[in-house]
């Protein structure tokens, strides 16, 4: 992949010296276009050999462009809290808002090649990676960012050859350490690692362009090119979606898993109370368990109709814990930060540490119901979410988390009637908005992308389950019931594994 970028490539100076001043008033004018129309995000990865000119570049970028709507992120080893959470949660985080320019100086591609480099991540598990990597980058593509991937490349000797001369440059000796020449005897182990990786995630969305960092104006005007034309092209074209998944066809006896359930189950006073004290004492005793405290965390997902008894589900779990030990996330319409960045960014926010618990109420699953019925997203939006959210979850399981999902039914008919009660009673008026009065006239819209959400999101490591929740008591017994059971077997699973280490 390498060979072109071991050509010689140069510009003379006068050539760069005429280019130049155009280049840049024309960054800038796109960069203000971009900034104004704030449409889209620009995420560009600086990556190659040392020595090969990463640094100049995103310092030549900020001088020639408007640093105001520029960021640079620059990432080394994760730190406790990173390590604590799933891999791509710090990068989440830096993601730019539209309208911005985010610079990555290291990235997602940093460690899993130092990893595999140092011998401490196998094939298997480095492939694993970056087909993640993949999904990431296509739905940061899906969601409308413009994804740059630089690799500034040197050969063997071109590398060796420019340490020698920043080190003689007493204005850039700093740059090279004894780390640069360690680091050099292991060109051949890069490339063959950089190579597999540029190949294996070199996609049609967010290709890699390979730029040789020998000659400083070359590699300078390269860039800037690239940068502006990838601006000009994406300012002009409409944002394209394609469907991932097609349409679920619905059963044509009508039934489904919402319909199926049995929602005259009741649990007596006396029992409620029994039952529930049992189990939020199981579900303490669960939460200071060393093996949760030292190595899992607890993620809970509540979804269901209005008026199904999210909230109280939620206090039964949470009148169980510490509360230095749990967050709880309601989730509303997103905010004008919010909606300037990918939809399951603001959930990545929230992630808990190891030892916690994050209750969702409401969730990432607004985009395959709420934003699907109302029109808020396109069908091609929604119908890759699944797909997307699935690898979100599994992201979440790989780093520890139990995820428990609940889908909280009951009848319309008990529906109506506590919308009456809440609208009658002083106390409870403020659980009642006109949202909610029309949102029960499209019953049977939500039903059905109830029933595809949980068709098509319901996988082995983050199952739903469905509570039959016409009787309060019986809902909230169950939904603790079963956290216990999800906590207990992750904790086993845990066990096992320390008794095979």
Not at 110 to 115: A, G, L, V
Not at 119 to 148: C, H, K, P, T
Not at 224 to 236: I, N
Request: glycine share 6%.
């Amino acid at each position: 992949m390498f060979e072109s970028a071991e050509l010689g490539h140069k510009i003379d100076k006068e050539t760069f010296k005429k280019e130049v001043p155009k280049l840049r008033a024309a960054l800038l004018d796109a960069q203000y276009d971009m900034t104004e129309k704030k449409e889209f995000p620009v995420v560009i990865l600086i990556s190659g050999v040392d020595g090969s000119g990463k640094g100049e570049t995103i310092n030549l970028l900020y001088s020639w462009m408007d640093p105001h709507h520029i960021s640079t992120l620059a990432f080394s080893a994760p730190t406790d809290e990173e390590r604590e959470r799933p891999t791509m949660w710090r990068y989440w985080r830096a993601l730019p808002p539209k309208g911005k320019i985010g610079i990555f100086a290291g990235s997602w591609y940093s460690q899993p090649i130092t990893d595999r480099i140092n011998g401490d991540m196998r094939r298997s598990e480095l492939d694993a990676r970056l087909a993640a990597i993949n999904n990431f980058e296509a739905m940061l593509v899906n969601e409308g960012a413009l994804v740059l991937k630089f690799w500034f490349h040197l050969s063997h000797e071109g590398q060796k050859a420019r340490l020698k001369a920043l080190e003689k440059n007493p204005h850039t000796a700093w740059r090279v350490t004894k780390e640069s020449y360690e680091r050099l005897k292991t060109y051949d182990k890069l490339q063959e690692v950089a190579g597999h990786v540029l190949r294996v995630t070199n996609s049609a969305k967010a290709p890699w362009i390979i730029v040789e960092g020998t000659d400083d104006g070359y590699r300078s005007l390269t860039v800037g090119h690239t940068v502006l034309d990838a601006l000009r092209r994406r300012l002009k074209q409409e944002r394209q979606t394609v469907p991932v998944a097609p349409p679920i066809v619905q059963a044509i006896d009508h039934r489904n898993v919402l319909s199926e359930l049995d929602l005259t189950q009741k649990l007596s006073r006396k029992d409620y109370e029994s039952q529930l004290a049992k189990y939020q004492g199981r579900l303490s005793e669960l939460a200071r368990d060393p093996r949760f405290v030292g190595k899992r965390s607890l993620v809970l997902v509540f979804e269901g109709s209005d008026a199904a008894g999210k909230g109280g589900s939620i206090r039964r779990i949470s009148a169980a814990l510490d509360a230095r030990q749990y967050q709880i996330i309601p989730t509303a319409a997103p905010t004008e930060e919010e909606r300037a960045q990918p939809y399951l960014w603001r959930f990545w926010r929230h992630l808990p540490r190891t030892g916690r618990v994050a209750i969702f109420d409401r969730s990432w699953y607004g985009r395959v119901l709420v934003e699907r019925v109302e029109g808020f997203c396109s069908e091609a939006d929604w119908l890759r979410a699944y797909a997307e959210i699935n690898d979100f979850e599994h992201q979440l399981v790989e780093a520890g988390a139990v995820v428990v999902k609940f889908w909280l039914q009951i009848s319309a008919d008990e529906q109506l009637r506590r919308f009456q009660e809440r609208q009658d009673t002083e106390f409870k008026r403020f659980k009642i908005t006109d949202e909610d009065w029309r949102n029960r006239e499209k019953w049977d819209d939500y039903v059905a992308a109830a029933c595809d959400m949980v068709d098509r999101t319901s996988t082995g490591l983050a199952p739903w389950t469905t509570v039959e929740a016409n009787d309060k008591h019986f809902a909230r017994v169950k939904v603790l019931r079963t956290v216990c059971e999800r906590l207990e077997h992750a904790l086993k699973d845990e066990q096992e594994k320390y008794k095979k280490q």
